[in-house]
């Protein structure tokens, strides 16, 4: 949340929930830090519906926001603000983790987008998310939208990532046997009091321990509503295609951990610019192709999910050497040399396709 004039973050979350609850109930939450507002969906059948129930509430919080003299910026972090200016949300629970945590929770002033895409079961989930972890490299690189940290142009299309890295049980994930296997890991912390529950497990992705999910969780924030749409049809395109494969006794080879971070952090430092490794083949091919080949895999799913229009926009945006919110934040800040400038642009393409009507900016 930034204030409508000057674009500079806004620490008023206590307030705001005050007021907004009644109207959001559950679908707003606080984060760690004051500036930032969690939308939260609920559960949609398909990727159309997604898009209108998020264009709908997207609009509706610009609006109510619009009338406390702030605006939205959706990006995986600001370009100007300083961590340290920024004051914790008084909650026990954010509290306690700053206490665990120290300045890694005082920092994480950062925002990301989480999708969760649901399975049939606990086995299945297991085997899922074990084969999707070769994508998360891709996923980072098309969502990447953090050049900025702290008023400096970082040199990386996602300084988000590297934020997030310093906290434990993120990153990605290794492989597991079995959900036994799974179970026994997470078993093991709660057991030995290291964390309380599941959901301190916070890897790039990662099964949900309550709602039954696999959840992708290695997004920035996009910019657009076109983005998140987009990249919600294409979690749920991979999970179905792996399904589908599973059942005819099918799998895509699982990729240890250690080479997956050499791609990750390749995605992190040039995004969609990366040249990436492609295990199979064993050789190095630049990320848009290689991204490419991950949509022509998911293709046979498409008609039946719905989904091929937003698979068709990510393609389009491959090939433009603007496509991710990194690129066009750095354009920008090349062209003009201000990160007002940029702050300003975030907040316009934060509404690009809610209704006019939803904010005046």
Not at 27 to 36: A, G, R, V, W
Not at 99 to 107: G, K, P
Not at 331 to 358: E, F, K, N, W
Request: aromatic letters at 10%.
């Amino acid at each position: 949340m930034v204030d409508r004039t000057t674009g500079q973050l806004s620490s008023c979350i206590t307030a705001i929930m005050e007021k907004g609850t009644p109207i959001f109930g559950e679908q707003i939450k606080p984060e760690m830090l004051q500036p930032t507002i969690e939308l939260i969906s609920k559960v949609y059948p398909d990727i159309a519906v997604a898009r209108s129930e998020t264009q709908r509430l997207r609009g509706q919080l610009a609006r109510f926001l619009a009338e406390e003299g702030l605006a939205l910026i959706s990006a995986g972090t600001h370009p100007e603000a300083m961590w340290m200016d920024q004051p914790t949300t008084p909650n026990p629970r954010y509290m306690e983790l700053q206490e665990e945590f120290q300045d890694v929770a005082r920092s994480v002033l950062i925002y990301g987008l989480h999708v969760h895409v649901a399975v049939e079961n606990n086995e299945i989930a297991i085997k899922l998310m074990n084969q999707a972890r070769t994508w998360i490299p891709h996923l980072l690189a098309f969502s990447s939208n953090s050049p900025f940290w702290a008023g400096r142009l970082t040199g990386l299309k996602s300084y988000r990532a590297v934020v997030w890295k310093r906290f434990p049980r993120s990153g990605l994930p290794d492989a597991f046997i079995s959900w036994k296997d799974f179970d026994q890991y997470v078993q093991t912390l709660i057991n030995t009091g290291c964390i309380d529950n599941g959901k301190k497990i916070w890897w790039d992705i990662r099964l949900h321990p309550f709602f039954g999910t696999v959840e992708f969780r290695i997004f920035d924030m996009p910019a657009t509503l076109n983005d998140v749409i987009a990249l919600a049809a294409l979690c749920q395109s991979l999970v179905a295609k792996l399904t589908w494969l599973h059942k005819r006794g099918k799998e895509i080879p699982v990729v240890p951990r250690h080479l997956l971070e050499e791609n990750k952090w390749r995605a992190m430092r040039w995004g969609l610019d990366a040249e990436v490794i492609d295990f199979a083949q064993q050789r190095r091919l630049s990320m848009r192709n290689s991204f490419h080949e991950l949509l022509d895999m998911v293709d046979d799913v498409l008609d039946d999910l719905g989904t091929r229009d937003d698979i068709y926009y990510i393609r389009k945006l491959l090939d433009d050497p603007r496509g991710t919110g990194a690129d066009r934040q750095i354009a920008l800040y090349q062209q003009t040399g201000s990160l007002y400038a940029v702050t300003r642009y975030l907040m316009q393409q934060t509404l690009q396709g809610i209704p006019l009507d939803a904010a005046e900016q």
